[in-house]
């Protein structure tokens, strides 16, 4: 074992040869065309079925038209409801009459004219499926879609542990004088056999005093009162009040007014594509009239920019400044029915005080262009909603629907507080004003968590400060933007920016980085492609002022309009270390194991303990040991878990002793199967001794361990550490012991203990290598690129076949003696250096092994640190 700190830099370099092969440029996703992509051309797609027997439903896009949207944009600006509703009028007239004689062609061919949309160059048309080749011929054509089935995104949010807007409402602050609009499958206007409105959209849940439900608005083939319950229980997150059960709780902005539009085409409460394009059209055009600042549509869509849908949300942003949320999606790691939103903010759903990432949410890279996705992450497990019919039972419900209205509500308060702001200023103010998740978020916005979680109270803060907030404009003359903020050295400060897609018709928009600069010194910067928004988290390394620094990288425009926030939180930003990739066989011994219980067993689906306490397992020792880890069966209810593993002696009363000997960390996910967990340090056990093996178990009910076949055997346990209650004999568990003594080839494997932070240590370990031999730990700066080569590099030319580099070699090498155990580990020291948060860094180990091959080296897999503070 060796100790290095990150200040130290090594001239010491390995030659691996002066001769390498060349490697071409990697292939890539090719951009969308607006027409269909390569696997919908493959295939034969239909649309919904039309009104006309024999026909389809589908949604034609137009090249040109004649008119634009600057009168509606400007009448809107103006705040005169008069004024655009003779605007859209006007509208709606032109666009007959640029539409007419393609009308008549489609009736001709046995088809008819289903809706007309101004907001966006395209109509809905009911056209027989023989007839779409002719169709896609015509002049003004630009492509055509099929129009397709969307449904609701199904799967004590507001107090101080959670989004905590009970801190705004005690001080009245509630999302007074403005409306949300509620795009979903209705609202609740008839309360069973009643005449009036659920109690949930009165003011403050007051029967005496006036309804808030502006409108509600049938624009699908359901009435507008809700026929499923989903859009009346979306509704009370963002802005209902209180209803009659205990657990009930007033939504995040429940002084404001809300708009229904219900867009629920049958009683499941699935819409199309069609519905939702001409609800965003009336949503619009209701800005003005009813005082419309924010929007929710909790549905699955179309990851495509050109699909009518997100060409209509993003107009409706645009032009009539709605701030739009739509939920990440119920696919995990499946972005393909997700909304891209990209004017908007796209939510996902984590589980309420714990905020770890739901199993279901969606998350990214995103399809097609590989955004990190979503923006935000708020409350949607098990949400307590108003139920639609029935004042005195709760509708309760998980998915990504429950977390979009929890961001709709949050900016309806905050554009209460401040009717100055703009969409994009308020997209950028509630991801700079977020929290962030001590292990999951980073120092830039990441897939499945965003730039953190909703957080109403600093989102507030933000908005009401003119300091910390604003609009600004790049230009093809002037792409770069400047502006001082005022900072405390050793505070954690957040900075986000956020713009539209100003051409709907293009998947073409602006590309805008951002940086944090204090002299020649970066403090964090941010440059995704793809995204419509940038964020960064950074420490302050000085009391004064630094520089938010905002650069047009490419524009679509002659100038690009954005909101920029930033805020001061009091979080920690934890550093993280990842490993990837495999290594190549050397003459190190494999693991075996060496003792056993239930080896056989699968299935775990039983058993859960709510405890935050220690369960050991027994274990004897049948001949000298050398143990360097365990697998246990278990899983996880929903996502990831770390658990604390341990190795305990027995005490001198045959029970576990008070402390581990050994620990580390035990990763579980969803699947039934062996989870494994290494020791850094490798420890004899005599023949003949007993010991434990165990883990933590979590103070929640997320951790499943009792197998349910294969396991015929009940093992003798104990819990309750360090005072221990047991032994205990009723439970089957399946259990692994992991030894030395192997057979040769194994793979050299790295793994790390700790995490880089300043000021403190981490260790790098690496098992499995040859005995008695040296190793070198390579520290670089990517994992992509070494020398102008694409890494990982096959070393197979060199005569090291399957072995791969998979660090770039530049910044230093550390050498590392390997004892007889196979194992070793270096010891990091980071600087404490406020300039070191955030700094990345990649790491492989590459062991001296004479008779693994002809080069004589092997190489471990390779990890990736993050500093943190």
């Known amino acids: 074992m060796c100790k290095w700190s990150l200040t130290v830099f090594s001239s010491a370099s390995l030659f691996l040869g002066a001769t390498l092969p060349s490697q071409g440029q990697p292939f890539g996703p090719m951009l969308p065309d607006g027409t269909a992509t390569t696997a919908s051309r493959a295939l034969e797609v239909h649309g919904l079925p039309g009104a006309i027997k024999g026909t389809e439903r589908w949604i034609v896009h137009f090249k040109s038209r004649s008119f634009n949207l600057q009168g509606f944009r400007k009448a809107v600006q103006s705040n005169d409801a008069a004024k655009v509703s003779a605007v859209v009028r006007n509208l709606e007239a032109k666009v007959k009459a640029d539409q007419a004689a393609f009308e008549k062609a489609v009736e001709a061919m046995g088809g008819e004219m289903v809706a007309q949309w101004w907001l966006i160059n395209g109509c809905a048309i009911d056209i027989p499926p023989s007839k779409l080749a002719e169709l896609r011929k015509m002049e003004n054509v630009d492509f055509i879609e099929p129009d397709q089935e969307t449904y609701p995104q199904i799967k004590t949010a507001t107090d101080s542990r959670n989004h905590n807007a009970d801190a705004l409402q005690v001080r009245g602050i509630r999302g007074l004088g403005v409306t949300t609009a509620i795009m979903d499958t209705g609202q609740d206007e008839r309360l069973g056999l009643t ?39 979306v509704a009370s997150i963002a802005a209902g009040a209180k209803w009659r059960t205990s657990t009930a709780d007033h ?107 739901a199993y279901f949410s969606s998350r990214g890279p995103f399809i097609g262009d590989r955004q990190v996705f979503p923006d935000i992450v708020a409350n949607g497990v098990d949400t307590n909603m108003a139920r639609r019919d029935t004042e005195t039972f709760d509708y309760i419900a998980s998915g990504t629907s429950m977390a979009s209205p929890q961001v709709c509500g949050a900016a309806t308060v905050i554009r209460a507080a401040n009717k100055r702001l703009k969409a994009d200023e308020t997209k950028a103010v509630l991801l700079a004003s977020v929290e962030a998740l001590t292990g999951r978020t980073g120092v830039n916005q990441v897939n499945g968590y965003g730039t953190g979680y909703l957080r109403d109270d600093i989102a507030y803060a933000t908005a009401t400060n003119p300091t910390t907030h604003g609009r600004a404009v790049v230009t093809s003359t002037s792409k770069v933007f400047k502006r001082a903020i005022t900072v405390q050295k050793g505070k954690t400060y957040q900075v986000a920016i956020a713009w539209n897609r100003l051409n709907i018709n293009s998947t073409l928009y602006s590309n805008l980085d951002l940086r944090v600069i204090s002299g020649s010194t970066v403090l964090g910067s941010s440059a995704t492609p793809k995204n419509t928004e940038e964020f960064v988290r950074f420490i302050a390394p000085l009391t004064g002022a630094v520089f938010i620094e905002v650069k047009g990288t490419s524009l679509t425009a002659t100038s690009q309009p954005f909101g920029w926030a930033f805020a001061q939180v009091n ?299």
Request: glycine share 12%; hydrophobic share 35%; aromatic share 10%.
């Open 251 to 357: 939504g995040h902005a429940y002084g404001a007014k809300i708009a229904g539009y219900s867009i629920a085409n049958n009683t499941r409460g699935s819409s199309s594509f069609t519905t939702m394009t001409t609800a965003w059209q009336k949503i619009a055009a209701d800005k003005v009239k009813l005082g419309i600042v924010t929007a929710n549509n909790s549905y699955s869509g179309s990851p495509d920019p050109l699909n009518a849908v997100q060409k209509a949300l993003d107009a409706a942003v645009l032009n009539a400044d709605i701030l739009v949320c739509t939920p990440a999606g119920n696919f995990s790691s499946s972005t393909r029915f997700s909304q891209v939103n990209l004017n908007g903010i796209s939510v996902g759903a984590v589980n309420e005080n714990v905020k770890t990432l």
């Open 571 to 869: 979080s920690k930003i934890p550093g993280t270390y990842t490993t990837f990739g495999t290594g190549c066989k050397g003459t190190g011994t494999e693991r075996k194991f060496c003792a056993s219980l239930n080896p056989n067993a699968t299935g775990n689906t039983l058993t859960s303990w709510v405890s935050n306490r220690w369960f050991v397992h027994r274990v004897k020792a049948k001949s000298n040991l050398l143990v360097t880890g365990f697998d246990f069966l278990c899983r996880t209810v929903r996502g990831t878990q770390n658990l604390q593993s341990a190795l305990f002696l027995a005490a001198s009363n045959g029970k576990p002793a008070a402390s581990p000997v050994r620990t580390g960390v035990l990763k579980i996910g969803i699947a039934s199967k062996f989870y494994r967990t290494i020791f850094t340090t490798p420890i004899t056990i005599p023949a003949g001794k007993v010991f434990y093996i165990g883990y933590k178990h979590p103070a929640n009910s997320n951790f499943l361990s009792e197998p349910l076949t294969g396991a015929p055997t009940k093992g003798t346990f104990y819990w309750n550490g360090p005072s221990w209650s047991g032994p205990y004999y009723h439970l089957r568990f399946a259990w692994k012991v992991i030894c030395t003594g192997g057979t040769p080839g194994a793979i050299p494997s790295l793994s790390n203990t700790g995490v880089p932070t300043p000021g403190q240590t981490f260790k790098i370990n690496l098992n499995f290598a040859r005995k008695n031999t040296t190793a070198i730990l390579i520290f670089g700066t990517s994992k992509a690129k070494w020398l102008g080569l694409n890494l990982p590099l096959d070393l197979t030319f060199l005569g090291a076949k399957g072995c791969y580099l998979r660090a770039s070699r530049d910044l230093f090498l550390v050498g590392t003696t390997v004892g007889s155990s196979g194992s070793s580990s270096v010891t990091v020291g980071i600087p404490n250096l406020a300039s070191l948060m955030g700094a990345q860094f990649h790491n492989q180990y590459l062991v001296i092994d004479p008779t693994a091959n002809n080069l004589g080296l092997v190489f471990s897999n390779g990890g990736t640190g993050r500093i943190g503070n």
């Open 195 to 233: 005449n009036r409105a659920h109690i949930t959209y009165y003011t403050d849940g007051n029967l005496t005093k006036p309804s808030r439900l502006i409108a509600n608005k049938k624009i699908g083939a359901m009435p507008a009162d809700d026929v499923h319950g989903h859009g009346t229980g």
